[in-house]
């Protein structure tokens, strides 16, 4: 039996997704302040995939994952008789934490699934438990037909995608610990986007940190101290000057989609607490640059690095706020007293990916979408994911789909529709009958 156009179960995938969306507060990710306990989606998931499991006499082989207690990555292979190439097909990515949510903001509860209509509502239904729902009932099926596919087909279910500051967690540690080396055989599409068409290309992700000091003093006295907060001003829009010029729109960004080129912009600010008639010591001004997958973002970040370095060792040439706003005085025992900035990154900056779009992967997955929404407009955001570079990188042909709404991603209010995730079923399954045939 093939499966090309496969029926999602609504009664058996509503069932499960109302499980899953109860345990979302109990998987919000936000160190220190919410952990995981990824494991409590396991429990759900294991609850329908054991008794088809290769212990109990069924097709599956099912691996429950933690390398940190309460933290697990589910891992599921179905291999048929006639599987013997050792070609696979797999869909990674599908994750079991949420961002938090703040009750106050939300129409309905986002701890509790409702439904209304074809909406299914609760954090998470979008991002990203719905798919991990969707493709749970996809394995279940192929466990109950045994279609005698020529690939194998697996899922991973991973933790820990909303925030990777305690490291060894979820798909990184797979990754290391060897447990993904069989995918390499065959398409990885990643299940974690959204709007049901092909996402083509993500961008990296660099975090920074800009520490700007100054010299404290009174402000009516200006010309006596250095305002860390104009300084940090011109300081930030000289980098992103600089930036711009160096990381502009890429020539394969319109081939590719994107919404946005590279951006480098600052996002928070905070400085010294003091007097309103006091002129700052220091700001500290954090922010992100997304670049496009056609610039590295290692040597971006080294680039921007040298910006900081070339504007410290000329930093009475930026422009100042009027007559006696300075970056360098001299103190009254003749000591030049110099404006300074420290630009830091954190470590392990995502990678951003452009999807090959003349490999099997994606035709398969161009093809299913046209045919079951009947169109594929593939696009490309400078969202970014972690490890897909990584796993591209590292030889895998990695495509990347969802199927929720980005309009609520990370958002109050989120929702699936119950639609779009049957069309899901049916493009999924067809890639895998497409590859398996």
Known sequence: IFFAGMELNEERYVSLLEKLINEAEFVQNNPPEFIPEESRIVRHLLALLEPHSVANGGPLKLEHVEFIPNRGNLIIE????AATSGETVA??????????AKKDGWKFDPFKFSRDGDQLRGRGTTDCLGHVALLTDMFVQLAETKPNLKVSVFAV???SEENSSIPG?????????GKLDKLKNGPVYWVDSADSQPCIGTAAAAV?????????????????????????????????????????PHEKEKEYAFATPSTMKPTQMECAKGSLNQLPPWVEVQGDIRLTPFYDVTECIKTVQGYVDDINAHITDLPSRGSVSKYEITEEDGTVKRGKLTLTFEDNPFKGIACKLDSKGFKALRDATEKYKGQAKPYSICGSLPLVGDLQAAGFDVQVCGYG??????????????SDMKDAMKILSSIVFTLGK
């Not at 179905?78 to 008789?81: F, G, Q």
Request: charged fraction near 20%; hydrophobic fraction near 45%; aromatic fraction near 12%.
């Open 91 to 100: 869909f990674v990515g599908s994750h079991m934490d949420v961002v938090p």
């Open 157 to 159: 279910f991973i933790a």
């Open 208 to 248: 920074w940190k800009l520490r700007v000091e100054g010299k404290l003093f009174h402000s009516g006295l200006p010309h006596k101290g250095i305002n860390a907060l104009e300084l940090a001003s011109e300081a930030v829009a000289e980098l992103q000057k600089r930036f711009y010029k160096d990381f502009a």
């Open 78 to 81: 179905y291999t048929s008789p």
């Open 169 to 177: 967690v979820g798909v990184d540690k797979l990754l290391e610990a």
């Open 405 to 418: 709404l980005s309009h609520v991603y990370h958002g109050d209010n989120e929702y699936c529709l119950l």
